[in-house]
């Protein structure tokens, strides 16, 4: 599977939108981008995934770039209960391979 | 509906004791997948069964660790002579069907402590 960078730690202000970036400059045409997030003490949670085009649903919006390279996870409106570590994964293969991911923390 | 479930939420035990950790995966749901994370790390793979079969134990560490799910449903992780490197959160997933399209749900964990 690709590799993914993303940054460590982002801060967010409660009620804005969260914007978490991803890079998968080496993703394949067939691997999915995938998105998860983990509050302390819990499992992954799934949040969304995709192929090529954007997707959204109840939870957030993804957004991959035309060459696939990128993507950008989008929470419209963080509520402090987003505050999280947030997983993105390039996925071709049945298991996922988990990255250290991103520390969201939204502050009031 | 119910979601993944597994017992015990905790385990303590001492080091060369034997453990068995239980996944009870979403209902219908035919691919079972167990991960394990250790503090400050992102989930690792350790075995994904498709039905009753182990499809891919690559990520298992050594001959120790051990999983069955005989009727395609429950699934237990053994670890034999548990050493202290064991200590870790155990999370199990399950998919409808395996395949890269297909989302996995996790369970809570079980954190094992070995003393």
């Known amino acids: 599977d690709a590799k993914t960078t993303q940054p460590p730690s982002m801060d967010c202000a409660e009620g804005r939108a969260a914007n978490l970036p991803c890079n998968h400059s080496?993703?394949?045409?067939?691997?999915?981008v995938y998105w998860y997030r983990q509050i302390h003490s819990q499992g992954p949670q799934y949040i969304i995934h995709?192929?090529?085009n954007n997707e959204t649903n109840e939870m957030a919006s993804l957004i991959i770039t035309e060459d696939r390279k990128s993507s950008t996870l989008i929470l419209p409106h963080a509520t402090l209960r987003d505050t999280a570590v947030y997983y993105c994964?390039?996925?071709?293969?049945?298991?996922?391979?988990f990255g250290a991911g991103t520390r969201l923390t939204v502050k009031p | 509906g119910a979601g993944v479930s597994q017992t015990p939420s905790n385990k303590v035990t001492e080091k060369g004791k034997y453990v068995e950790l239980r996944c009870d995966p979403i209902?219908?749901?035919?691919?079972l997948y167990w991960y394990r994370q250790s503090l400050g790390q992102g989930p690792e793979f350790l075995i994904y069964?498709?039905?009753?079969?182990?499809?891919?134990d690559s990520g298992l560490p050594n001959d120790r660790f051990f999983a069955v799910r005989p009727e395609g449903s429950v699934s237990t992780l053994k670890i034999q002579r548990t050493e202290r490197g064991d200590s870790a959160v155990y999370l199990c997933?399950?998919?409808?069907?395996?395949?890269?399209?297909?989302?996995?749900?996790f369970g809570p964990g079980t954190r094992l402590l070995v003393l």
């Open positions: 997933a399950s998919s409808k069907q395996s395949g890269a399209g297909e989302t996995q749900y």
């Open positions: 080496t993703i394949s045409g067939n691997e999915y």
């Open positions: 995709g192929l090529k």
């Open positions: 994964i390039v996925r071709v293969v049945n298991d996922m391979r």
């Open positions: 209902s219908g749901h035919t691919a």
């Open positions: 069964f498709q039905g009753t079969g182990a499809a891919d």
